[in-house]
Structures are given as C-alpha cells and as structure tokens.
C-alpha cells in the first residue's frame, strides 16, 4: 500500500482535490514525526481538508477557504445528513487538533512553543480521523478499508533523534543522505559546520567534510563554515524525498 494508492481510493467517493490534499497532508505530518521537525503547518492544512470532505459528504459541496473553527463548533448542534460519528466525535478531534496547532506557535504566536509531544498527539489524532473518514466512506468495501485503515496505522519510526546538544539520525544510509535528513530536521535554521561535524561523529571528519562539499556542489545546500549551511529549495525536495522513502517504505 501507497499514499497514492489510498489518494486513488478515496477519488472514487471525494472530489479529486480534496483526496489529494487529505493524503498528502497526513503524509506530511508523519514525515514531520519521522524527523522529529516542529513547526510546519500541515495539520491545520489536514484539518482544514477534514472540514471539507464533511461539506462534501453533508451536501456534495465545499467551500474553497472554510471556516474551519466556526464550522466545527457548530457542526453538533446543526441539522445535516452527517453521521453522528462524523458530525459529532470526529468534528470534536478535529477542533481540539486545530486548537493546538494555533496555540502552540505553529500558525499564530503563541505563549507556547511547540513539542515533540504535541506533534506526536496531532499526528495519533490525524491518524484517527483519517482511519474514521475511509471507515465511512468505504464502508460498501470493508475489506479495502481495513486494508487501507492498517497503512494508515502503522506506527512511526524516528529518523533523527534529539539529544538536545546532539542530533542523531538513525536511519542508514550515504553520508550526503545522513546530512540532508539532518539539515530537514533543523530546517530552516542554519547549521553550522562544527555541529554538523558533531552530530555525525559516527563517521571520519573527512568524510562528513566531502559530503559537505558535494551536496554545496550540487546546489542542495547553501552557506558556509561561519554562517551554517541550510537546505535549498532543491536540497530541501531531495530531504523531503528520502523521508518519503522512509514513510512509504
């Protein structure tokens, strides 16, 4: 099973966008727990897309740019042709989501920074709502919807550990592979040259220096030894295609 299979799944019964925008936003969010990076904006994106396919499933129609929180909190109280554990359980999940993604500077400033925790519970909670929504959807075809809802399930596997002083990505691979995963973990802060050294002590100075020097080459990094380096548009697609590897494999 792939994100793309389950987009083309969900394309049978929602709107093509939308089954696109689903998938891909929870794939993003379980590369942000993969690489233990905070910060991004894919939940509220995920939520804002859940609102949508519950204005789809209600009435065949959508707005462009919800409502998202007004629309979840008077969804119980309103009258539709929603399922109770749609209109009621789950717009519950999906505001709490919502909330948390706003209070913990992740959209708007907020008294409180984001966590670690607070990704792993937004990503358990997309994981729920996703695994609901195919379980309604799909529910002429139990068997392709358990199949899909065990994809969706299946628990993550941390790619860079954080050890405060020291991160360290766990996953194998090339030197230049270990050096963009890290740089997408601290993206889009610059790292400099003697943490990147530190964080990949596993391997000779010489060789974390080359795969410096071959991913500037390419134009997947930029910066230099005083100012740090960060990923580039292009180093960043690449960081964010091994990742993907890792979600799909």
């Known amino acids: 099973m792939t994100p793309s299979e389950l987009i083309d799944q969900l394309k049978s019964r929602l709107p093509s966008d939308i089954a696109s925008d689903l998938i891909n936003n929870f794939v993003q ?3 942000d727990v993969i690489t233990g990076t905070l910060e991004r904006s894919a939940p509220g994106k995920f939520v804002e897309t859940v609102v949508q396919v519950l204005q789809f499933l209600d009435d065949g129609q959508f707005d462009t740019s919800p409502k998202v929180d007004e629309y979840l909190r008077n969804l119980e109280s309103r009258s539709t042709n929603l399922p109770e554990d749609l209109r ?7 505001r709490a989501s919502y909330t948390l993604r706003n209070k913990r500077s992740i959209a708007h400033k907020g008294g409180v920074d984001p966590n670690i925790y607070d990704l792993h ?3 358990s909670a997309t994981q729920w709502i996703l695994s609901e929504i195919v379980r ?3 529910s002429s075809d139990m068997d392709s919807a358990g199949n899909l809802i065990e994809f969706i399930q299946i ?3 941390l790619i860079v550990e954080d ?3 020291k991160r360290l990505v766990l996953k194998l691979g090339t030197a230049e592979e270990e050096l963009l995963t890290l740089l997408l973990h601290y993206y889009p802060v610059p790292v400099l040259a003697s943490q990147i050294h530190k964080d990949m002590d596993r391997r000779a100075s010489s060789t974390v ?4 020097a071959s991913a500037y080459r390419k134009k997947l990094i930029e910066g230099n030894k005083q100012r740090g380096y960060k990923l580039t548009t292009l180093g960043h697609q690449r960081a964010k295609e091994l990742a993907r590897a890792t979600v799909i494999g």
């Open 29 to 31: 969010i379980r590369i």
């Open 88 to 94: 009621v359980t789950l717009a519950r999940v999906a």
């Open 121 to 123: 519970y937004l990503y």
């Open 136 to 138: 309604q959807v799909l």
């Open 155 to 157: 628990p993550v596997s």
């Open 163 to 165: 050890f405060g002083d």
């Open 209 to 212: 220096s080359n795969a410096t």
